[in-house]
């Protein structure tokens, strides 16, 4: 059976990127394969998540055809919305009670929505 195994992040705000997804919860460590560029990793169960360096660009809209959303069960929605708001970012929905349990979502420093959901 497939299963996701890597998602690759590209940002030409690495500093920003970063402190966003840790604000998440998420730890990195530094790595470079051979020439490539340096760039940050983390596991997410089995799924990498990576985050290289890239020129300024324009995400889709997140409603759009070849917009990303990226779900991520956290330990407490709303300690991470709260610690993202201390960097300045903003829900798009806050946190609430859903059929999915609790759940919000936030755009990251490059307009990727990001849907957060408690869980284990």
């Excluded at 604000?23 to 990576?50: D, I, K, N």
């Excluded at 917009?67 to 806050?94: C, N, Q």
């Amino acid at each position: 059976m497939p299963s996701l195994s890597l998602i690759v992040l590209r940002t030409s705000r690495i500093e920003a990127t970063l402190g966003f997804y840790r604000a998440l919860g998420l730890a990195f460590a530094e790595e470079q394969h051979g020439t490539e560029p340096v760039h940050y990793s983390t596991a997410l169960g089995e799924t990498v998540l990576e985050v290289y360096p890239a020129e300024a660009g324009q995400a889709p809209d997140r409603k759009a055809g070849g917009a990303t959303m990226i779900g991520i069960k956290v330990e407490s929605v709303d300690a991470v919305i709260g610690a993202a708001e201390l960097l300045g970012y903003k829900p798009i929905s806050a946190p609430k009670d859903s059929a999915w349990g609790r759940r919000a979502t936030i755009l990251d420093p490059d307009g990727r929505l990001i849907e957060l959901t408690e869980g284990e």
